[in-house]
């Protein structure tokens, strides 16, 4: 059934950070919510692809709950199809011992979307009402792509909020200095704080651009590669306030390292291998510059980018 906007997340049940799913269900809550606020449940699907679940672990379908009414879409990604996924010279050296995949996730949920636009986020993501009226209004551009401000929370929220209250009037656990200082630069060709927080596009420029690029290694520039490749097929456009997005906190690095936990502190580790190699470092960099300055997208993608001409274990939820 087609969709006007396919809302993609790409996730697994592993405890990444402490509190993973919680957070998580916290972004289903607040988005199904409005969703069903503003009556545009027959025109959003969301999309949750699971990369590489762990065996003795529940499925993301066992452990979330969903409201009633909003098409929720599980696509699941084996751990054969893991460890097939193709090499490419940029990997990072141990790309082996990555677990997750997050980028190559979100291509699969890309190709598989039956919406004519795209919004990918991250499950630590929190919309805002203002963010989901407009949405549900189906007026976006078919020539541009989106980018938004993120505001970080100091604190978690509680879970028996109101949704009614306003994202917008919890100052109180905004931090001003992420807002002020970091996230809300804008860079002279494309907005790139906080990359992998929300990219609304058009599918057809997604299609054009071949995703992102499908590199074994953790997303710290993947997302920032894919905003420069949107760039070379549709112009951008930044939503402003009130519409806004909120990233939920947790756990940082060192406090993950305090724990006596040493199966968590290397899971951490390696879900944060990044490149490694001064190959990789070079072309990022050339890359870059080339789509800025001439407008040639560089991703490295083939036509099986998504893992497109594989069948993947789908459970629909509505």
Not at 213 to 231: H, M, T, V
Not at 247 to 275: G, S, W
Request: proline share 4%; net charge positive.
């Amino acid at each position: 059934m087609s969709k006007y906007l396919s809302i993609i997340y790409a996730a697994r049940n592993d405890d990444y950070a402490p509190g993973f799913i919680w957070r998580f269900q916290n972004s289903i809550n607040y988005l199904s919510y409005f969703i069903k606020k503003h009556k545009c449940q027959n025109d959003i699907e969301i999309i949750i692809v699971e990369w590489n679940p762990l065996p003795e672990k529940k499925t993301l379908a066992k452990v979330l709950t969903f409201t009633k009414g909003v098409t929720v879409r599980i696509i699941q990604v084996s751990y054969s199809l893991h460890t097939k996924v193709k090499k490419t010279p940029y990997d990072a050296k141990e790309a082996e011992k990555i677990p997750f995949y997050e980028f190559h996730a979100k291509n699969v949920g890309g190709r598989r979307a039956n919406g004519k636009f795209l919004l990918f986020t991250t499950a630590d993501i929190l919309f805002n009402d203002n963010i989901v009226e407009a949405l549900s209004k189906k007026n976006l551009s078919n020539n541009h792509f989106y980018r938004i401000d993120r505001k970080d929370l100091l604190s978690p929220i509680d879970p028996k909020i109101q949704y009614e209250k306003n994202l917008n009037q919890l100052k109180d656990k905004i931090d001003p200095k992420l807002v002020n200082k970091n996230l809300i630069t804008r860079q002279r060709h494309v907005h790139t704080k906080a990359s992998g927080d929300f990219l609304l596009i058009p599918k057809w420029a997604f299609l054009e651009m071949r995703g992102y690029p499908e590199i074994r290694c953790s997303g710290a520039a993947i997302d920032r590669f894919g905003l420069y490749s949107a760039s070379t097929v549709c112009k951008q456009i930044i939503l402003n306030d009130p519409m806004a997005i909120f990233h939920q906190p947790h756990l940082d690095r060192e406090k993950i390292f305090e724990l006596n936990d040493r199966e968590n502190k290397n899971a951490y580790k390696t879900c944060h291998l990044t490149f490694s190699n001064v190959n990789v470092k070079k072309w990022f960099k050339e890359s870059i510059n080339i789509m800025e300055k001439k407008g040639k997208n560089m991703n490295i993608n083939d036509k099986e980018w998504g893992l497109n001409h594989n069948k993947l274990r789908e459970i629909i939820i509505n």
